[in-house]
Each structure stands twice: as structure tokens, then as C-alpha cells.
């Protein structure tokens, strides 16, 4: 990872993601306000199952480092009531798939006016740490870890909302989360060089949409 300086973001990898809330909240004080890109809510009980990816955002409101967090990409078959359940009672803001449209369905916000919607929720009045997790299974078509979703967002819609997202929130870090290669394919062949290009191209866009851009 790239230290957090005047012009760059921090840049952070996990692997599986089961110690996400411990790695954003590590050699941190300061209050978070989390955007994700990831079809799962990752705010589980703390008691299932002890820590695990699945419940890194409900560890930083636990131990009292999340302020504000947001999620965009949920799928409703993926998703528990309890969880959701959960978002609601600690306000956090949240979109399904289902609510956004791609094609400009009538009634739906399109998926820009969401993100623009995502990152006025985690306006705050300064003095906060800002960051944006993407999730690899947010996206369709890529191997993961553990949860791949039936329904995600193409490669394209990814890069533009972690764009749009950088413009905007200015955040201190980019976390990219759950992409692992199939071991049986070469690194640099078939699917694997595909998945390592793409979050190639999520790290050089959020570096130059950070670069230059003072951190308040």
C-alpha cells in the first residue's frame, strides 16, 4: 500500500477480506465514512460466525470508527433481513440493484443519480476519514472469493462510479476487496490477466482522481 500523503490515497488489498473492518480501522482514530461498490451489505451480527468479510462494517461501528457508510450494488437475494434489518436501525444508507436503472426505466434514479444520492449521504462536516471499498463481487463475470452474486455491475459501470465517487468524496483510501486468480490458470493468461488489468485500471483511476486534491 502508498502512504496516505497531500496528493495520493492510500491503496489497500485483501485477498478474502476477513479482517476488512480491522484493516481500514487500523492506526486510526478518527471517525469513517465508507462508501462500497459490492452486491453485499458486509454488516452482519459480530456473533455469527466470529470475524469474517461478511461483517467488517458492523466491526467498525462496533468498536465506534464508522460515522457514515453507504453501500451500492445490493442484490435482494443475497441479503438477509436481519442484516438489512441492521443497516436501517444505524442509518446507513443503502441501493439495490433493483431500485437503479441502466436502461432509464421510468420510476428508477439511474445508476449516476445514485452515486451522486451514495455520496451526498456521507457528507459530513469535516474532520472525518473518507474511503471506498470495492468489492470484486460487485462486478460481473470475475472470480472472487467467497460470494459471487448472480446479478452485478459490467466492468465499465464499475470504473465509473469508483471515478465519479474519487471526484466527489475525495477519499483518503481505496480498498479493493475479494478478487483471488483461478489456480489453475497462469497469472498472466485468461481470466486472471483480466482480473489483474481490471484492478490495475480501479487503482490508476483513483489516483488520478486523487492527485493534486488537497484531503480536508
Known amino acids: 500500500s502508498s502512504g496516505i500523503n497531500a496528493e495520493y490515497g492510500?491503496?489497500?488489498?485483501?485477498?478474502?477480506?476477513?479482517?476488512?473492518?480491522?484493516?481500514?480501522?487500523?492506526?486510526?482514530?478518527?471517525?469513517?465514512?465508507?462508501?462500497?461498490?459490492?452486491?453485499?451489505?458486509?454488516?452482519?451480527?459480530?456473533?455469527?460466525?466470529g470475524a469474517h468479510s461478511g461483517n467488517g462494517f458492523s466491526f467498525l461501528n462496533a468498536i465506534g470508527c464508522l460515522k457514515k457508510y453507504a453501500v451500492l450494488g445490493l442484490t435482494p437475494?443475497?441479503?438477509?433481513?436481519?442484516?438489512?434489518?441492521?443497516?436501517?436501525?444505524?442509518?446507513?444508507?443503502?441501493?439495490f440493484l433493483d431500485d437503479i436503472t441502466v436502461i432509464g426505466a421510468t420510476g428508477r434514479p439511474t445508476l449516476y443519480q445514485t452515486v451522486v444520492d451514495m455520496t451526498r449521504a456521507l457528507e459530513t462536516d469535516g474532520g472525518e476519514v473518507p474511503g471506498l471499498c470495492v468489492d470484486i463481487d460487485v462486478t460481473e463475470?470475475?472470480?472472487?472469493?467467497?460470494?459471487?452474486?448472480?446479478?452485478?455491475?459490467?466492468?465499465?459501470?464499475?470504473?465509473e462510479l469508483t471515478q465519479e465517487f474519487t471526484r466527489y468524496n475525495k477519499p483518503f483510501f481505496l480498498l479493493i476487496a475479494e478478487?483471488?486468480?483461478?489456480?489453475?490458470?497462469?497469472?498472466?493468461?485468461?481470466?486472471?490477466?483480466?482480473?489483474?488489468?481490471?484492478q490495475s485500471t480501479l487503482v490508476s483511476c483513483f489516483l488520478t482522481n486523487c492527485i493534486s486534491v488537497p484531503h480536508i
Open 10 to 49: 492510500d491503496i489497500l488489498g485483501l485477498g478474502y477480506g476477513v479482517h476488512l473492518g480491522r484493516t481500514i480501522a487500523r492506526g486510526t482514530t478518527t471517525n469513517l465514512t465508507l462508501g462500497n461498490l459490492d452486491c453485499h451489505g458486509d454488516y452482519k451480527s459480530l456473533e455469527e460466525r
Open 77 to 95: 437475494y443475497e441479503n438477509r433481513e436481519a442484516m438489512m434489518e441492521r443497516l436501517i436501525t444505524t442509518n446507513c444508507w443503502y441501493r
Open 141 to 159: 463475470d470475475l472470480p472472487t472469493v467467497s460470494c459471487p452474486a448472480t446479478l452485478g455491475l459490467t466492468r465499465l459501470q464499475v470504473h
Open 179 to 198: 478478487g483471488m486468480p483461478d489456480p489453475h490458470t497462469p497469472l498472466n493468461e485468461g481470466v486472471n490477466r483480466t482480473l489483474g488489468k481490471y
